[in-house]
C-alpha cells in the first residue's frame, strides 16, 4: 500500500527529480511561500539543515510579519539547529527586509538565502 501511495505521489509530483540551481554569484534565494499553516517554517529550517549538510552555509530570513509567533518560531527552529536566523521585527515592509537579509548574507559569506514568508 505504501508504495503505490508512493508511486502515485511521485507520478503526480512529475516524476523526476529536480536539484536547486545554485547562482555562481552567491547567495542563491530561496522563497517559502504557501497558506497559512502549511509549514513553510518547518520546511525552512529542515532545508537549511540539509544544505548545511551538503556543504552551504545558509541563512534563515523572517519575512512573515503577519503571524505573530512566525519570527519566535523560525528563531528557535534556527537556535535547534545552529543556523542563522535574520529578522527585523520593527519593519513591516517585506521587501525592505529580505533586502537588508541579502546584505547580511553577503557580510556574513552566507550563500543561500531562504526566505520564510506569510503567503
Known amino acids: 500500500m505504501v508504495k503505490i501511495v508512493k508511486d502515485e505521489m511521485e507520478e503526480l509530483l512529475g516524476g523526476t527529480t529536480s536539484k536547486i540551481n545554485f547562482t555562481p554569484n552567491p547567495p542563491t534565494v530561496i522563497m517559502l511561500i504557501g497558506l497559512q499553516g502549511s509549514g513553510k517554517t518547518t520546511t525552512a529550517g529542515k532545508l537549511a539543515n540539509i544544505l548545511r549538510k551538503q556543504g552551504k552555509k545558509p541563512l534563515?530570513?523572517?519575512?512573515?510579519?503577519?503571524?505573530?509567533?512566525?519570527?519566535k518560531q523560525l528563531q528557535v527552529i534556527g537556535a535547534q539547529l545552529n543556523i542563522p536566523v535574520f529578522a527585523n521585527e520593527g519593519l513591516k515592509d517585506v521587501v525592505k527586509i529580505a533586502k537588508l537579509a541579502h546584505s547580511e548574507a553577503i557580510s556574513k559569506l552566507n550563500d543561500v538565502i531562504i526566505l520564510d514568508t506569510a503567503r
Request: glycine fraction near 0%; aromatic fraction near 8%; hydrophobic fraction near 60%.
Open 60 to 71: 534563515l530570513v523572517a519575512c512573515d510579519i503577519y503571524r505573530p509567533a512566525a519570527i
